[in-house]
């Protein structure tokens, strides 16, 4: 009888991978073993080659929901052999090669068991099992086994134990499992110190009482999976209110959970894909177009058309929202731009003046997890903020990427992660947020360790972004330093793009594509801040086409939170300011600006005092909210002005003769490089204010215009240089009604368009970019 060894690599431990296997093995009746080790899962089988060739078969057919199988491979097994049935071995601590799975939603059989009075799991808050729960957010080591999670501090009693040994049952070997009688506990307290009033006790319990306080307008700081979060009634527009002044986030959305599709759909248009979404073991955050009939407090998103929901995505969010028939805010708990609290003290803490009340639990949250933003365009998904329930799952690089040295990309600065590669794939850290505050560097810096430990990844070359004064990249070069390794240093707009070519899987030798890269800034090949770039790339090098006339950021990063700034500086270059008040002096921005001492402002941009010159295209955008009358003084968070003006543009403008509605762009080249002018777009811009144009159709007008621009600059280039690929990166386009138009539009010169979907397009993806630039490098070196 043949004998094989099955090596499975994927995501396979902790899903109840190898229960399947041993059901499956049985059914066939093969003898052999199967065990967790560091590469997966391994499996010894013996049995007729036709026998083992369909229970392979079956592995596949038959995967577990949350598994993954990357790689299968047979080979015969020339060892001794003793087995006269079919067993699941211990574990083997062996070099770590194997995938986390993320955490995961709670399946629908544990929300049954949560709400049945007849099970033991009745309304107990960490039920779970080999289909859903902790992953991630616990672990400390692979194998993924109880011991090296932080469930180690909590024996499992009989029953558990029982449920845990059954091969039959769906928690065999599901390491977080645990009841009332032996598991994790939670409890309320009051944010004062005080005693819990007798009153509160009518409830079930604590946990049903945090809805009670939500239903009053109370602000309750919540113990989650992957950190606090800080929640309050999403309809209270005084409870909003409150929770926006404690936590000092004035303007940026605030992330709602529901109870129930139903509930969500009462707010906001909901289409198939994105109830798929909801409905995932990922369970993200989900941008939705909201209804106009029923609205939540209006200052759960202002200035935004669209809200930000997600459904329970563990037993207490199921147990808290079984009373709720509204939305509820669940929002990160921390103060504003420091990265979430994770352990009770610190919460209680730091969060003692924002929250009212505190639900919280005694099970250790080992990795700090954000939750994960996603949208539909056009039938397709695209990742704001990829978190818990995305990562740590690895992403599949072309074919090309293999016999490589282990690499680390640094990531930039905003929106930041980190990717190591290994083995042909990459692993993309969880969000880690704006590194430029200090909390969250110290964060960024721990979370690595626990990767580079975690995966046993030890790196022969570090990535970094060229920026001199990035954090992440000042660290990648002492690592490098200490350790004696290869230091490559990456232009900014190039990790964008080589990002969305991993992603599509466009393979080393295809020929340069046309990347264009558009955000709010990034360290350029000439010394200035880049942001609008047409760039014929490879992953090893790039040429610069195409960009933005320059313009000053009057007061450097200044200009990112105060639009006006980026509004004059635009003016200057299309006017002097002596025209402007001949013939615009009646407008509001003419008006506004006259206050802020134009001669002063003039001197400035003349002698480049803290003034960088950018071709940044979303401090373009800022520029225009800013005249239109949106976010003209004060931006709370980088990007609020152009998000403001998405919302509030005109989509019936986008529709209309093409030619009819757009301002004019001219194109000017010097050195080679195509130069975009918006001279004539201000004049024209300023002309439809002194008309009274209203906003809505000016921000449509320039939605239009310039996603038209993007396609005629694009047809120029490709008759010069015969591409056929276009790829659209970077944060601007997070906009939606640009990145249609623009997709429209190109697809109209019959050229392929690459977008990204898995991988964020704006600064959480230049990690990926960096590593497949510096692997590109290496093998362009060695072979």
């Known amino acids: 009888m043949p004998i094989e060894e099955i090596r499975v690599k994927g995501i396979v431990q902790g899903v109840g991978f190898r229960p399947t296997v041993y059901r499956l093995a049985r059914f066939y009746g093969l003898n052999g073993d199967v065990c967790n080790d560091g590469e997966g899962v391994l499996i ?31 080979s015969p097994y020339l060892e001794e052999f003793n087995f006269d049935n079919f067993v699941i071995s211990h574990s083997v601590n062996t070099v770590v090669k194997t995938e986390i799975s993320p955490d995961a939603a709670t399946c629908y059989q544990c929300q049954k068991e949560i709400f049945d009075p007849f099970s033991r799991y009745f309304r107990y808050p960490f039920t779970n099992c080999t289909h859903c729960g902790p992953r991630l957010t616990i672990i400390r080591a692979i194998p993924y086994d109880r011991n090296n999670t932080s469930m180690v501090n909590f024996p499992m ?16 070997h599901a390491q977080p499992v645990a009841c009332f009688n032996c598991g994790p506990g939670a409890w309320l307290e009051r944010a004062d110190g005080k005693v819990i009033s007798s009153d509160m006790f009518s409830m079930l319990d604590d946990v049903d009482a945090v809805c009670t306080l939500l239903q009053r307008g109370e602000i309750v700081a919540i113990k989650g999976l992957g950190g606090f979060h800080l929640a309050c009634d999403a309809t209270l527009e005084n409870a909003v209110i409150k929770l926006r002044n404690r936590k000092q986030r004035y303007h940026k959305p605030f992330a709602l959970m529901a109870r129930d599709v139903n509930i969500i759909s009462e707010y906001c248009q909901v289409n198939d894909l994105e109830m798929q979404l909801l409905n995932s073991p990922a369970a993200p955050i989900v941008l939705l177009k909201t209804k106009p009939e029923k609205q939540v407090a209006l200052s759960v998103a202002p200035g935004q058309n669209t809200l930000g929901f997600m459904l329970p995505y563990t037993p207490l969010h199921h147990l808290i929202l079984r009373r709720m028939n509204r939305p509820i805010v669940l929002t990160s708990g921390n103060i504003s731009d420091e990265p979430q609290c994770i352990n009770n003290e610190d919460a209680k803490e730091k969060l003692s003046k924002i929250a009212d009340y505190f639900l919280l639990h005694n099970r250790e949250i080992v990795n700090r997890v954000d939750d994960s933003v996603v949208r539909v365009i056009d039938h397709k998904i695209q990742t704001l903020r990829r978190a818990r329930g995305y990562a740590p799952a690895p992403i599949n690089l072309p074919s090309e990427f293999v016999n490589l040295p282990p690499i680390l990309a640094m990531g930039s600065e905003l929106k930041n992660t980190f990717c190591l590669l290994r083995e042909g794939e990459v692993i993309l850290s969880q969000h880690l947020g704006d590194l430029e505050n200090g909390a969250a560097f ?10 580079l430990n975690l995966f046993e990844h030890q790196p022969q070359i570090i990535a970094i972004d060229k920026h001199p004064e990035y954090l992440s990249s000042k660290l990648g070069k002492e690592l490098a330093t200490v350790n004696n390794l290869e230091l490559v240093e990456i232009q900014h707009h190039h990790a964008h793009i080589a990002a969305c070519m991993a992603e599509n899987q466009i393979s080393l030798d295809t020929k340069p594509i046309l990347g264009i890269a558009f955000d709010g800034l990034g360290y350029g090949e000439d010394g200035t801040l880049w942001g609008g770039e047409f760039l014929l790339a490879n992953y090893v090098n790039f040429q610069r086409l195409a960009t933005f006339k320059p313009m000053t950021m009057i007061g450097g990063e200044q200009a990112i939170y105060q639009p006006w700034r980026n509004t004059f500086s635009q003016l200057n ?3 002097t300011w002596e025209e402007i008040q001949e013939k615009y002096s009646d407008l509001e921005i003419s008006k506004f600006l006259q206050t802020k001492n134009p001669k002063l402002l003039k001197q400035i941009i003349e002698k ?15 520029a225009v909210a800013a005249a239109i009358g949106i976010c003209r003084e004060q931006c709370s968070y980088e990007g609020q002005a152009a998000i403001e003006m998405e919302s509030l543009a005109d989509i019936n403008i986008l529709t209309n003769d093409k030619e009819t509605v757009n301002y004019s762009w001219k194109f000017q080249k010097s050195d080679n490089i195509y130069y975009i002018d918006t001279s004539c777009t201000w004049r024209e811009i300023l002309n439809d204010l002194k008309q009274q144009i209203s906003p809505s159709e000016i921000a449509g007008k320039f939605h239009r215009s310039l996603a ?15 591409f056929q690929q276009v790829v659209l990166t970077g944060g601007v386009f997070q906009n939606q009604l640009l990145l249609k138009q623009v997709k429209i539009g190109l697809e109209e010169l019959e050229i392929n368009v690459l977008t990204h979907s898995i991988v964020p ?3 959480g993806g230049i990690s990926l970019g960096q590593t497949v630039i510096a692997a590109a490098k290496y093998l362009e070196k060695t072979t």
Do not use: W
Not at 50 to 70: G, R
């Open 44 to 74: 010894r089988v013996c049995g007729s080659e036709e026998k083992i060739t369909q229970f392979v078969h079956s592995l596949y057919t038959e995967c577990p929901p949350l598994a993954k199988i990357h790689e299968l491979v047979r």
């Open 157 to 172: 009693c009989k029953e558990c134990e029982k449920e845990y040994q059954d091969v039959e049952n769906r928690r065999f």
């Open 442 to 451: 110290n964060a960024y810096q721990e979370t690595l360790n626990v990767y």
């Open 573 to 575: 270059n299309a006017f």
């Open 608 to 622: 480049g005092i803290n003034s960088p010159l950018t071709s940044s295209v979303g401090r373009l955008f800022d």
């Open 708 to 722: 038209n621009t993007i396609v005629k600059m694009v047809k120029k280039l490709q008759q010069e240089h015969q």
């Open 761 to 763: 397009t704006n600064d």
